[in-house]
Structure formats: structure tokens, C-alpha cells
């Protein structure tokens, strides 16, 4: 028998570069079309309705957050269905989540305002620019990320880690650490 040929989402999830030729590329941008369109939504809400804005960012990532999920919009993403939440999770205003090589945010996890997730990366040959390579940022049980940090693809925060304000994350975190700095070094262990 032979294994059956893997979708572009499962292919993207794999790391495997995706060229905006291929031929089920369409798949791919029919999603990024939904996250606009439900986006819109999110931002236009009152702050003042959690359950509403749990309900539609259920309906963006495509599946249920936790009653203890709390994110003030604006929320900002280029896919979407790729966010894993779990509970007791706090997400600020103006976060953009870059999604397509998946994001996970684990148990009391704080995101701060304006943080950068983004998983998604171009070739750094000319001739493939247009085309994205996705790798997964995983962000451990009771990490923090301060103020407009920006966490780079394939990313690991560990457990309990600390990212300061204006941080710029291009490798993993420690757990029971602090990082700060362009880019992040440890600068304290907890």
C-alpha cells in the first residue's frame, strides 16, 4: 500500500518550504482569508464581553479556548487554526500571532502588549523569497512575554521564563529564566 500523499497543511506543519505556486496554495489562502474576515470581527467587539470574544476567537483558531482564556483585542494573525491555548491564559492588546508553523501557549501563560509570535520565515535564496519555510514556537506552562517581544520560528519558551520588553527571541529560553536584549541573552536565572 502506498502512504498517501500529505496535505500542504501537513507539509507546512513539517517545516517543508511552501511556494505560493503550489498547487494547493489555494487551500492555504482560503484560511488566511477566514482569519481576516473573523479578525475584523474580534477588533470591532467590545472589550467588556469575554464570552464573545472567546467565542469568536474559538471560531478563528477552530476550536474551543478554556473559560479562563482573557485577551483584549486587537488581535492580530495570518491563519489562525494553527493557536493552541490552554488555560488560565492572558493575551494583551495589539498581539500578532504569525501562526502558520503553529503556536502553543501552555497553562498561565501572560503575553504583553504588542508581542511579535511570529513562525513564519522566506528562503534566503533570491529566487524563493515568495515562498515561506514554518517552524513552531512553543511557549511553556507560566512564561511571560513582556511588551512588544518578538519571538522568531522554532522558538521554545521555557517554563516559568521571563522575556523582558522589546526582546527579540531567535533561540530557546530556559526554563526559570529571564532573556532581554536584541538579540535575547539570559540575563537572570530565577
Known amino acids: 500500500m502506498e502512504p498517501q500523499p500529505r496535505t500542504i497543511f501537513e507539509r507546512e506543519l ?36 469575554n464570552e464573545q470574544v472567546n467565542r469568536v476567537f474559538s471560531e478563528l483558531i477552530n476550536k474551543p479556548v478554556d473559560d479562563t482564556f482573557f485577551m483584549i483585542p486587537p488581535f492580530y494573525t495570518d491563519f489562525g487554526h ?27 501563560v501572560l503575553v504583553g502588549p504588542k508581542v511579535n509570535l511570529i513562525t513564519s520565515n522566506h528562503p534566503t535564496e533570491p529566487g524563493q523569497r515568495r515562498s515561506t519555510i514554518s517552524k513552531p ?6 512564561a511571560w512575554l513582556g511588551a512588544n517581544a518578538t519571538v522568531m520560528p522554532g522558538v521554545t519558551i521555557g517554563e516559568n521564563a521571563i522575556v523582558g520588553a522589546g526582546a527579540v527571541v531567535t533561540k530557546d529560553v530556559p526554563a526559570n ?3 532581554a536584549g536584541v538579540p535575547a541573552r539570559v540575563v537572570k536565572h530565577l
Do not use: W
Open 137 to 142: 514556537i512553543i511557549v511553556k506552562r507560566g
Open 14 to 49: 513539517a517545516g517543508e518550504v511552501i511556494s505560493l505556486d503550489d498547487p494547493d496554495y489555494p487551500q492555504i489562502y482560503a484560511i488566511i482569508r477566514k482569519a481576516i474576515r473573523i479578525t475584523s470581527e474580534l477588533n470591532a467587539m467590545r472589550v467588556d464581553d
Open 177 to 179: 529564566s529571564i532573556v
Open 82 to 108: 494553527n493557536i493552541h491555548i490552554g488555560k488560565n491564559v492572558f493575551v494583551n492588546h495589539a498581539c500578532t500571532f504569525m501562526d502558520r508553523g503553529g503556536i502553543v501557549l501552555e497553562d498561565n
